[in-house]
């Protein structure tokens, strides 16, 4: 009987045993899911729904997760005037050994299995071997090196180079014994992703007791919906993190760990200094090369379907063009690099400081042929009784044909301007009177104007401003006269959601993407003006939204009979969408129709090419006589 019990009483042990090693694993498990990176993209709920009818459910799930990770190699394009493709590939190989750092991308790095163009699997995880296309000109783009030349025809001038990711990081955790941590901004942790480091301003939250050169995890705040509806992370900057349930987002961050690194500053100077870097990134889940300061001038990082955009205007040596929407400017210099810095490009944003960077660029480069401006694209056309800026005569009445399709600004401005932007001016109208009284205190009878105290007060808030830092100055115009051009890239303003990667989306609504579809559509309206018939436009968005894409070539194509979809080259992109979508108000977008899809080229981020989502049309101009 003693027997008994005492095999009974150790059967009862094992079991126990058994049980708390099970719940042990099941901890770890639990915690090797959270310190891991396996975002979820929050969508608005009516755009789920809208893109789940124009993609399929299947095929939009994998479109967004692909969307919260970055690409897995860099696209450089090469200054064609200034060096070669394989000058440039020599060089970029010599720098990365001679750093010996994270970015020398060696031979067993580029192996490695995870998403490694050297195999050609991508983000997609679909091996381009496996497309249903056996004959995809695709199959040839990338070469098994860490730095390769672009073998798509004619894009010869483009080289890659390779990144490697998903990594498993080690974050040295235990049940009781969390990490060290440094929360970030989502806008900072899209950057890291991308190869950055942690700069001081994208530090949310901090573990207690950071001192330099501990090793910390770094996690992301993304966006959550807020009791009023809108959306916000809700942490106050400088909370300290405890590693506990009873951190804020301590759920919400589970699964978006993007690595760890270097504390470049204690955790009090993360809080006090307003710049430098924070953290410096050791291990990464994904490894990009970063060429920063690298010769500048060479070459210029741009993603692929930016390039196929460029190329597909076909520029022209002598040729007159417009980049409606020019900055950054890196499709600009395209342009001026195809056309042999031989003819001229009118480069304009309605931004100072963008057109200042256009300039910088195009003079790091070595191109003359670019002549910038400051233009809102809605008012390109220039009126009746205003010089134009390319002859200095006054534009005619004439309008060819073509009705001008901007509304007043005035409307335009009343419709951008939120209720942040009036409480600002409220707080403004009060400073300024605040100043002029003071004003008057001090000057007792010395006139100052209201203009040059608003001046005044603009540079106290914002600094002297980077025309009076650099000396740059900006031509303003008053737009172009009708038929001005013979080539039109419209690069229009957008909702942006082909770029990755990317963390958060739940900003944009059905409302939105009509709205971003109305500016369009009227900057569109300009372009066909300035193209002279027989000329070429280009329009193209780095978004996935079909409304801001084929129903835009929908509406060019309808109200312009002059206008045709033409054939771009090269070809790389996959086809548009034909049908259209019926919303729940009853209203109908429309897409393509059958025969079209193919004369656009639409980059879907989840394809086997690994690249941002795009679209690109090619319009040929017609004679405008005959409408």
Same mark, same amino acid.
């Given at each position: 009987?003693?027997?008994?019990?005492?095999?009974?009483?150790?059967?009862?042990?094992?079991?126990?045993?058994?049980?708390?090693?099970?719940?042990?694993?099941?901890?770890?498990?639990? =915690?090797?899911?959270?310190? +891991?990176?396996?975002?979820?993209?929050?969508?608005?709920?009516?755009?789920?729904?809208?893109?789940?009818?124009?993609?399929?459910?299947?095929?939009?799930?994998?479109?967004?997760?692909?969307?919260?990770?970055?690409?897995?190699?860099?696209?450089?394009?090469?200054?064609?005037?200034? +060096?070669? !493709?394989?000058?440039?590939?020599?060089?970029?190989?010599?720098?990365?050994?001679?750093?010996?750092?994270?970015?020398?991308?060696?031979?067993?790095?580029?192996? !490695?299995?995870?998403?490694?163009?050297?195999?050609?699997?991508?983000?997609?995880?679909?091996?381009?071997?496996?497309?249903?296309?056996?004959?995809?000109?695709?199959?040839?783009?990338?070469?098994?090196?860490?730095?390769?030349?672009?073998?798509?025809?004619?894009?010869?001038?483009?080289?890659?180079?390779?990144?490697?990711?998903?990594?498993?990081?080690?974050?040295?955790?235990?049940?009781?014994?969390?990490?060290? #941590?440094?929360?970030?901004?989502?806008?900072?942790?899209?950057?890291? =992703?991308?190869?950055?480091?942690?700069?001081?301003?994208?530090?949310?939250?901090?573990?207690?007791?950071?001192?330099?050169?501990?090793?910390?995890?770094?996690?992301?705040?993304?966006?959550?919906?807020?009791?009023?509806?809108?959306?916000?992370?809700?942490?106050?900057?400088?909370?300290?993190?405890?590693?506990?349930?009873?951190?804020?987002?301590?759920?919400?961050? !589970?699964?978006?760990?993007?690595?760890?690194?270097?504390?470049? $500053?204690?955790?009090?100077?993360?809080?006090?200094?307003?710049? @430098?870097?924070?953290?410096?990134?050791?291990?990464?889940?994904?490894?990009?090369?970063?060429?920063?300061?690298?010769?500048?001038?060479?070459?210029? %990082?741009? *993603?692929?379907?930016?390039?196929?955009?460029?190329?597909?205007?076909?520029?022209?040596?002598?040729?007159?063009?417009?980049?409606?929407?020019?900055?950054?400017?890196?499709?600009?210099?395209?342009?001026?690099?195809?056309?042999?810095?031989?003819? #001229?490009?009118?480069?304009?944003?309605?931004?100072?400081?963008?057109? $200042?960077?256009?300039?910088?660029?195009?003079?790091?480069?070595?191109?003359?042929?670019?002549?910038?401006?400051?233009?809102?694209?809605?008012?390109?056309?220039?009126?009746?009784?205003?010089?134009? *800026? =390319?002859?200095?005569?006054?534009?005619? *009445?004439?309008?060819?044909?073509?009705?001008?399709?901007?509304?007043?600004?005035?409307?335009?401005?009343?419709?951008?301007?939120?209720?942040?932007?009036?409480?600002?001016?409220?707080?403004?109208?009060?400073?300024?009177?605040?100043?002029?009284?003071?004003?008057?205190?001090?000057?007792?009878?010395?006139?100052?104007?209201?203009?040059?105290?608003?001046? !005044?007060?603009?540079?106290?808030?914002?600094?002297?401003?980077?025309?009076?830092?650099?000396?740059?100055?900006?031509?303003?115009?008053?737009?172009?006269?009708?038929?001005?051009?013979?080539?039109?890239?419209?690069?229009?303003?957008?909702?942006?959601? @082909?770029?990755?990667?990317?963390?958060?989306?739940?900003?944009?609504?059905?409302?939105?993407?009509?709205?971003?579809?109305?500016?369009?559509?009227? $900057?569109?309206?300009?372009?066909?003006?300035?193209?002279?018939?027989?000329?070429?436009?280009?329009?193209?968005?780095?978004?996935?939204?079909?409304?801001?894409?084929?129903?835009?070539?929908?509406?060019?194509?309808?109200?312009?009979?002059? %206008?045709?979809?033409?054939?771009?080259?090269?070809?790389?992109?996959?086809?548009?969408?034909?049908?259209?979508?019926?919303?729940?108000?009853?209203?109908?977008?429309?897409?393509?129709?059958?025969?079209?899809?193919?004369?656009?080229?639409?980059?879907?981020?989840?394809?086997?090419?690994?690249?941002?989502?795009?679209?690109?049309?090619?319009?040929?101009?017609?004679?405008?006589?005959?409408?």
């Amino acid at each position: 009987m003693k027997k008994a019990r005492d095999l009974l009483k150790t059967l009862g042990s094992c079991r126990t045993h058994r049980s708390s090693n099970l719940v042990t694993l099941d901890r770890m498990e639990d =915690l090797s899911n959270r310190y +891991s990176y396996n975002p979820t993209l929050q969508w608005n709920p009516q755009v789920h729904d809208y893109f789940v009818k124009a993609y399929g459910s299947d095929h939009f799930s994998r479109i967004s997760k692909s969307l919260t990770r970055p690409s897995c190699y860099c696209c450089i394009r090469v200054n064609t005037l200034r +060096s070669t !493709s394989d000058d440039v590939i020599e060089k970029l190989q010599a720098v990365m050994n001679k750093s010996g750092s994270e970015n020398d991308l060696d031979s067993e790095r580029c192996s !490695s299995e995870a998403n490694s163009i050297r195999h050609l699997e991508f983000s997609g995880n679909i091996p381009l071997e496996q497309t249903e296309d056996k004959a995809n000109p695709l199959k040839a783009c990338f070469q098994p090196a860490p730095v390769s030349k672009c073998q798509i025809p004619d894009l010869d001038y483009v080289v890659f180079v390779q990144g490697s990711g998903p990594h498993n990081i080690n974050y040295d955790y235990a049940h009781d014994r969390p990490p060290k #941590e440094v929360l970030v901004s989502r806008k900072c942790a899209e950057a890291v =992703l991308r190869g950055a480091q942690v700069y001081v301003p994208g530090v949310v939250a901090c573990s207690a007791h950071v001192e330099t050169g501990d090793t910390v995890a770094v996690s992301v705040a993304v966006e959550q919906p807020g009791v009023s509806g809108g959306w916000g992370i809700g942490i106050t900057r400088g909370t300290v993190l405890q590693g506990s349930q009873a951190d804020p987002y301590y759920f919400e961050r !589970s699964g978006l760990y993007i690595g760890q690194g270097t504390a470049m $500053m204690s955790r009090a100077g993360m809080f006090r200094v307003c710049k @430098g870097v924070a953290v410096d990134m050791k291990d990464r889940v994904y490894e990009l090369p970063s060429f920063h300061n690298v010769l500048e001038g060479d070459i210029f %990082l741009q *993603n692929l379907p930016s390039i196929i955009a460029a190329h597909a205007l076909d520029p022209q040596k002598g040729e007159r063009i417009l980049d409606m929407c020019a900055a950054p400017g890196g499709k600009t210099t395209a342009i001026a690099i195809l056309m042999k810095d031989d003819g #001229e490009i009118i480069a304009a944003d309605r931004s100072h400081n963008k057109v $200042m960077d256009i300039q910088k660029l195009a003079a790091e480069m070595g191109l003359s042929c670019i002549n910038t401006y400051k233009l809102d694209a809605l008012k390109a056309v220039c009126r009746g009784n205003e010089p134009d *800026n =390319l002859t200095g005569s006054y534009c005619g *009445n004439a309008d060819n044909g073509v009705t001008e399709q901007v509304s007043d600004s005035s409307i335009l401005n009343v419709e951008r301007m939120s209720s942040i932007d009036i409480n600002r001016l409220n707080i403004e109208k009060t400073m300024e009177k605040n100043a002029v009284d003071n004003n008057e205190k001090e000057n007792k009878g010395t006139y100052v104007s209201k203009a040059e105290i608003r001046k !005044s007060m603009r540079r106290e808030r914002n600094g002297p401003g980077r025309n009076q830092c650099v000396g740059g100055r900006v031509e303003k115009s008053k737009g172009f006269p009708p038929n001005s051009f013979d080539r039109v890239l419209l690069d229009a303003p957008c909702s942006a959601l @082909g770029l990755r990667p990317r963390l958060f989306a739940g900003e944009e609504t059905i409302e939105s993407f009509r709205t971003h579809a109305k500016y369009q559509r009227k $900057m569109f309206d300009q372009a066909v003006q300035l193209a002279r018939p027989g000329g070429v436009i280009v329009y193209s968005t780095c978004t996935i939204n079909p409304g801001e894409n084929e129903a835009l070539v929908r509406y060019a194509l309808d109200t312009y009979k002059h %206008l045709s979809l033409a054939p771009q080259n090269p070809r790389v992109g996959g086809p548009g969408l034909v049908g259209h979508c019926e919303f729940p108000d009853g209203y109908i977008e429309e897409w393509l129709r059958p025969g079209e899809e193919e004369l656009v080229q639409r980059f879907d981020p989840s394809s086997p090419l690994d690249t941002i989502g795009f679209f690109i049309a090619k319009f040929v101009v017609g004679s405008k006589d005959t409408m």
